[in-house]
């Protein structure tokens, strides 16, 4: 059996992406921080589906932790799935934060730079020895890179996202010696948690929002995770060094 570690798949895309992965009989290590019990339950619609995944905590933004959670992942791998490497990481774990240029605090962008950059890249760099030769990676992106969807507030979190659109190429460059194909996804406008919940909290944005995208809504989680669990899978085998939007055509 083929195992993911998945980070942040206690809900939204990483829950879709993990759960994916799993119907395409992959099993899945789920990473959580904060929300225990979403990740309890990604891998229980693991289970129903006949699957298999364990859930361990993580913390993106704790880079001094990373060393502990290459241990606890080595545990998992061997008790649970009888192996002693996994295949495929999904670098989706991360977090949001708005503020216009003026406004922003030197702590709320270290912040933000190692949640979304840092963390992602030292993560990677820990479980590269546990990486199989072959494997796969694919770090979640945003296509607030791209500069038709331009939003203001969000200038750091895109700066980084785009940043790790680079370094996703270089990731495909040096890790291509060992056959590891290495992609990014960059998702529109998702229904998630994203952003302390923001469309749960205020669904009378959805319809003004969706307008933008040309196929007339806005993404849902799965939208995202099919696209993920392809290109970590077989039909994925061509392709590396990409940053593949997945928005639906926002601002086309």
Known sequence: MKVAVVTGASSGIGRSAAVQLAERGVGVVVTYHSNEQGAKHTVTLI???GGTAVALPLNIGDIT???????ALRGALSGTFGRNSFDHLVNNAGFAGMAMIEDTEEGDFDRLTTGLFKGPFFLTRTLLPLLADGGSIVNVTSN??????????YSVYAALKGAVVVLTRYMAKEFGVRGIRVNSVAPG???TRFADDAFAKN?????EL?????????????DIGMVIAMLLSEEGRWITGQDIEVS???NL
């Open 189 to 191: 406008a998702t229904r």
């Open 203 to 207: 669904p009378e944005i959805i319809p």
């Open 210 to 222: 969706a307008r933008t995208f040309t196929l007339g809504r806005i993404g849902e989680p799965d």
């Open 65 to 71: 932790g990373f060393p502990a959670f290459g241990e």
């Open 47 to 49: 289970e129903q589906l």
């Open 248 to 250: 639906g055509g926002q």
């Open 144 to 153: 607030a890179t791209l500069p038709q969807v331009t939003a203001p507030g």
